[in-house]
């Protein structure tokens, strides 16, 4: 056979291996050169007559080397030690997974980053930290500068007690404390026990469901009642001073008995006649046998009560009550607060506090004796008289704003002494009203709202006095109202 017929039949079998592997396009037979290339493709040597078209594939699978090349994927299988595909669909199919794996891990990544960062951003951002307020409870230790029974044992002396209290609401303050009142009046010898916020109207005393007045009668049966009440407004305000029975008294004056109206009072006063005045009282005092020692009855005891202040402005909500005494003025007032919008703080500041300073001061004139006004004052003084002094909110607060603390210190300068601070100069949280719904009671987070005012001489010694403040404190550990209990202790002089 010629070299050209040879040549020939090997091309025709070379063409029939084409046409039978499609997929093979472009690739060499077995024995066929490339004219750029006669060195004969690798493995081409070993195959062996039915081989040679798994050879020729193999070796064009290895042609098709640009298609694993442009695989990252394969050589980072290869890095991590495993093995090699063996056909081109598993070296089809590792990559895809991969390839859907590894965003996976990627994103999974990146969303626990996210999260993270989430979290940070959801976290509030710090504030910066602002100007501290005071925050004192600690209740101070006070130094009692009066015993009572000590200045009984000593002759022409008589302490002349007085209690002060806002009860928020006296039905309901009977029905938790029935024995509250007669308790303070036995343990501290109360001569006047003066109480705010009653809330109740001129029925009620005589209500059968209430039965009030035998309440009184049978826990203060020693003492004579005095009740002002609101005209205006039903469970309102409402004022009560209860004296001690002496063997004579006065008769109640009000307004409303030049109207024909009448004010309900607890027993009677009776007019003390000339031949009582050198008497001694050796009656029992506040359920203990001390008796008024040498002093004369007629400094003890009332000589006209009024439950009114005379001003119609003010008088229809039963807000004070005026006992006058020989030796001084005894006033129990409600001050009226100025509401948690402050819409009464125009009126309490620039009418009710004007007014009333100047009915204290016309009574003082004209009677030519000290005064003394008591009661829930509604007004913090000062940083010692406020728990959290500072506080942003105070200036908008009922009780402590600017306005009501400038008018407190208005009265003040006129001549008149808050007792409590002028004897306890240095006592902290000392405090008389707690607020009940924020449960300040018990960490000591109170305001002192109560206060006894009095004329600056009955804080003075000198010759000739017959009355002198000795002392002032309140019971914090009473319980029965948002308020405690205050006290005042008076030497009365022969």
């Not at 402590?400 to 407190?408: A, D, Q």
């Not at 719904?437 to 600056?456: H, M, Q, T, V």
């Not at 804080?459 to 000739?464: A, H, S, V």
Request: net charge positive.
């Amino acid at each position: 056979m010629s070299r050209r017929s040879s040549r020939a039949s090997t091309v025709a079998a070379a063409a029939k291996i084409s046409v039978a592997n499609d997929d093979d396009d472009g690739a060499l037979s077995e024995n066929e050169l490339s004219p750029k290339d006669p060195v004969p493709l690798k493995g081409a040597e070993k195959a062996k007559g039915d081989n040679a078209t798994a050879t020729i594939k193999k070796a064009t699978k290895k042609k098709a080397s640009p298609k694993k090349k442009a695989s990252p994927k394969k050589k980072a299988a290869t890095k991590k030690g495993k093995a090699k595909a063996s056909s081109d669909d598993e070296d089809n199919s590792e990559p895809k997974a991969k390839k859907k794996a590894a965003p996976k891990k990627r994103k999974s990544k990146s969303a626990s980053e996210d999260e993270s960062s989430t979290t940070e951003k959801a976290k509030p951002p710090k504030k910066k930290k602002a100007a501290d307020h005071q925050r004192w409870t600690e209740r101070t230790p006070l130094t009692r500068h009066w015993d009572p029974e000590q200045a009984m044992a000593s002759t022409g002396s008589y302490t002349f007690t007085v209690i002060s209290w806002n009860v928020a609401g006296l039905r309901a303050f009977v029905k938790k404390q029935p024995d509250a009142l007669m308790d303070l009046a036995n343990k501290y010898n109360a001569d006047v026990i003066c109480l705010q916020e009653t809330k109740l109207q001129e029925g009620h005393l005589d209500d059968p469901k209430l039965k009030l007045r035998e309440h009184f009668e049978e826990k203060l049966e020693g003492y004579d009642g005095h009740w002002s009440y609101s005209l205006e407004k039903k469970g309102y305000s409402g004022t009560a001073m209860f004296i001690k029975k002496r063997q004579g008294g006065a008769k109640t004056k009000t307004e409303d008995d030049k109207k024909g109206k009448k004010q309900a009072t607890l027993g009677a006063f009776f007019g003390s006649s000339k031949a009582d005045e050198g008497k001694t009282d050796t009656s029992a005092k506040g359920g203990d046998n001390n008796s008024t020692g040498d002093i004369p009855i007629s400094h003890l005891e009332p000589i006209n009560v009024d439950t009114e202040l005379g001003l119609p402005a003010h008088d229809g909500e039963g807000r004070t009550i005026t006992a006058e005494f020989p030796l001084f003025y005894l006033t129990n007032v409600y001050v009226p607060n100025s509401g948690q919008k402050l819409d009464r703080l125009g009126y309490r500041t620039e009418q009710w506090d004007a007014d009333f300073l100047a009915k204290m001061q016309q009574l003082e004139k004209e009677g030519n004796k000290p005064i003394i006004w008591l009661g829930d004052l509604n007004v913090a003084h000062n940083e010692k008289d406020t728990w959290n002094e500072g506080a942003k909110h105070l200036v908008k607060s009922a009780g402590t704003t600017v306005e009501e603390r400038t008018s407190f210190e208005r009265q003040l300068s006129a001549g008149y002494t808050d007792a409590f601070r002028h004897l306890h100069p240095e006592g902290r949280g000392q405090y008389s009203y707690w607020s009940q719904r924020a449960g300040n009671r018990e960490p000591n987070k109170g305001l002192r709202l109560d206060y006894f005012i009095c004329s600056n001489e009955l804080m003075e010694d000198g010759d000739g006095k017959k009355a002198r403040v000795r002392d002032s404190y309140i019971v914090p550990d009473q319980l029965g109202s948002d308020h405690c209990p205050i006290v005042l202790e008076i030497e009365i002089k022969k």
